[in-house]
């Protein structure tokens, strides 16, 4: 069973704000949410995490409501060069005890001139 | 180095023979993943280390792969008797501690003919 849901490919035109949705229903309490970003040929990059509420950095902001059964990563003013796939993470703990970072499918965002 | 390193870049390699693809992480970073990314698919955890030792080797996906990790430092990922659907992209990633940012390798890519 899937940890995360996202949607498979999203299309948006430069200078819009892109909002990517996860859903995490069965997200543990100590489960931190995280967004990673991969440009083809190169392994991904993080971008932001948040536990509860909103974050915001330099990059993205992260929206999780007070349920937790879902996140929205927010990209304001989008350019040519946010064309990526974007993952959301949660924790998931190991038969060890450790938490280990799956990554599911991912959304695929394509942005248009 | 700044950053995670791997080699080698690109590996190709005969059905049947051995490899072993090596991952220095940025030093100081006690946890250590190792992911497979097959061509326009999403990342496939493997094996994660928390210092030397791996609490979780279910996601390799034979007898065939092994790895280790020494020093808390360097690890190897070892494919034995490799196999066509062995060919990806094998990415390494290391992070200060679990729940925090990982930072990811540029992968070596695997072609086994």
């Known amino acids: 069973l899937a940890k995360t849901t996202q949607p498979i490919s999203m299309d948006s035109y430069e200078g819009q704000e892109v909002n990517i949705t996860c859903s995490h229903n069965?997200?543990?309490?100590?489960?931190?949410i995280t967004w990673y970003q991969q440009f083809p040929s190169q392994g991904p990059r993080f971008i932001i995490q948040g536990y509860k509420t909103k974050v915001t950095n330099e990059v993205a902001s992260l929206f999780i409501p007070a349920d937790r059964k879902s996140s929205t990563l927010s990209l304001p003013r989008v350019s040519l060069s946010d064309t990526a796939v974007y993952y959301c993470l949660v924790g998931e703990m190991s038969s060890g005890g450790y938490n280990k970072l799956i990554f599911g499918a991912g959304t695929r965002l394509a942005v248009h001139p | 180095g700044a950053g995670v390193s791997q080699s080698p870049s690109n590996k190709v390699t005969e059905k049947g023979k051995d490899v072993e693809l090596r991952c220095d992480p940025i030093s100081g970073h006690t946890a250590l993943y190792w992911y497979r990314q097959r061509l326009g698919q999403g990342l496939e955890f493997l094996i994660y280390?928390?210092?030397?030792?791996?609490?979780?080797k279910s996601g390799l996906p034979s007898d065939r792969f092994s790895a280790e990790r020494t020093g808390e430092s360097v690890s190897t990922l070892t494919i034995q008797r490799t196999q066509q659907e062995d060919s990806a992209v094998y990415l390494c990633?290391?992070?200060?501690?679990?729940?925090?940012?990982?930072?990811f390798g540029q992968g070596t890519r695997l072609t086994v003919v």
């Open positions: 990633a290391s992070s200060p501690w679990m729940n925090t940012e990982a930072f």
């Open positions: 280390f928390q210092g030397n030792s791996a609490p979780d």
């Open positions: 069965n997200i543990a309490t100590n489960d931190y």
